[in-house]
């Protein structure tokens, strides 16, 4: 697929562990780019001050606040993610608030046109329908094993979390249906490299 000028909307995902982050620091340095992370977007819904925290607020009680009037970190995982219908209800509050950040962030970029890229990494790019808006989506491949392997050395999560956290995303098959391209990094940085500078190479024609 041959691209004309302009910036380029490109969504990067994958599962945990899979080395998202390690993808996007390449990116950096190889293309003329901007790069939003959903997650860090959706975090700041969560700091007093805006409609949104008050609508988090309503949905699972007051007794989450700490005693400045913030959200207790602890106290909200334990609420949310022991009440299944009640993560569903916090997420319908804060992932349309996010997307609608992208989306402005995305009509900017075009705008200006200043950057070749603007990269939108979050591991929900394809429950939340992020192909409607993006121009492709790229998938971040790494195998359980090495998944696996590399949440255990870098946070230190169990077998049992990350069995958890595995059945929780989607499998190997649905990403590779929904993402048009797929970068290897399942191994070294380099083989990561080449999987990246071939898609470039690709994507731009």
């Known amino acids: 697929m041959k691209h004309t000028e302009g910036t380029h909307f490109i969504g990067i995902t994958g599962g945990v562990g899979a080395g998202k982050s390690r993808v996007l620091r390449y990116l950096k340095e190889t293309v003329s780019c901007r790069i939003i ?113 590399r949440l255990k050395e870098s946070r230190g999560y169990t077998d049992g979390k990350i069995d958890g956290i595995f059945a929780s995303q989607l499998a190997e098959d649905e990403y590779r249906k929904h993402c048009h391209r797929v970068i290897d990094n399942d191994s070294s940085i380099e083989v990561m490299q080449d999987s990246v500078d071939g898609i470039l190479k690709e994507y731009l024609g």
């Open 37 to 149: 992370y959903a997650d860090e977007e959706a975090l700041k819904f969560y700091v007093p001050g805006n409609d949104i925290f008050g609508k988090i607020i309503e949905a699972v009680g007051e007794d989450v606040l700490d005693g400045a009037g913030g959200i207790d970190k602890r106290k909200m995982a334990a609420k949310i993610f022991s009440d299944d219908k009640l993560l569903q209800r916090v997420n319908d509050i804060v992932h349309p608030a996010v997307r609608d950040v992208i989306i402005r962030t995305m009509d900017e970029a075009r705008a200006l046109g200043d950057k070749d890229f603007l990269f939108v990494e979050a591991a929900l790019l394809i429950e939340c329908g992020y192909e409607s808006i993006l121009d492709e989506l790229w998938y971040v491949y790494a195998s359980e094993d090495t998944r696996r392997r």
